[in-house]
């Protein structure tokens, strides 16, 4: 049973459509994230939900919109993509990141290319 | 700010060598210090952490511990298999609960 899962794997797609990335948990957290992976690995959090509501907010451009529709899930909607854009998109999971040492769980990624 | 430094990759090492993965960081207050692995085309995983100072994370023969005193934990393990080859990330929690990453650095290990 895979804990953190992501739709597509793969995403392929043309300069300014629009597209979105799925995440499930299976695991009873509470919080979600959103990570960025750059092509020289660098990963940057662009969001975090917890319990549906939104609590990191990066500076991350407005065309990227997270939506949780309740806490086993958070979908990434993606407007007008760009070349830029393209990257891997981790999301991952925890259930108290208050608390030390809280474990973050990452699903396997989806690489999105914007030709 | 808040940040993770690692050391500068790739890294390439034969098959039962030494491994040591730099990694300081600058942060406030007490955070939890963690190193996660990513194996070739798959999510990251948490491969040990540390929440306080002098504590000692192990895992499949990795070892790194928490020095308060030099704000690093470097990443050592006595004996790399092929199977180690991944990419490491040195990573904290700090006050306000967000994990901040390291550039990551590539580990390739050869028979």
């Known amino acids: 049973d895979t804990a953190v899962s992501q739709t597509p794997k793969y995403l392929v797609t043309q300069m300014g459509n629009d597209k979105s990335i799925k995440c499930e948990q299976n695991?009873?957290?509470?919080?979600m994230y959103w990570y960025k992976q750059d092509s020289k690995k660098f990963l940057k959090i662009m969001f975090s939900y917890n319990n549906k509501e939104l609590i990191i907010n990066e500076t991350v451009p407005n065309r990227f919109s997270p939506k949780s529709p309740d806490k086993a899930h958070l979908n990434l909607h993606i407007n007008s993509l760009e070349l830029g854009d393209s990257a891997v998109y981790f999301c991952?999971?925890?259930?108290?990141?208050?608390?030390?040492?809280?474990?973050?769980?990452f699903g396997p990624g989806t690489r999105l290319l914007v030709l | 700010g808040d940040s993770v430094t690692q050391m500068e990759g790739p890294v390439t090492l034969s098959e039962e060598a030494f491994l040591t993965i730099n990694c300081t960081y600058t942060a406030t207050g007490y955070p939890s210090l963690f190193w996660y692995v990513q194996y070739p085309g798959e999510g990251l995983q948490l491969l040990l952490k540390?929440?306080?100072?002098?504590d000692k994370g192990s895992n499949k023969g990795f070892e790194a511990t928490y020095r308060k005193e030099t704000t690093s934990f470097h990443l050592e393990k006595g004996s790399v298999q092929v199977s180690d080859s991944a990419v490491y990330f040195c990573?904290?929690?700090?006050?306000?609960?967000?994990?901040?990453f390291g550039k990551g650095i590539t580990l390739s290990v050869r028979p």
């Open positions: 695991l009873g957290h509470d919080t």
């Open positions: 990573a904290f929690t700090g006050a306000n609960s967000k994990l901040t």
């Open positions: 991952a999971s925890s259930q108290n990141p208050r608390l030390a040492g809280e474990t973050q769980y």
């Open positions: 540390a929440t306080k100072a002098d």
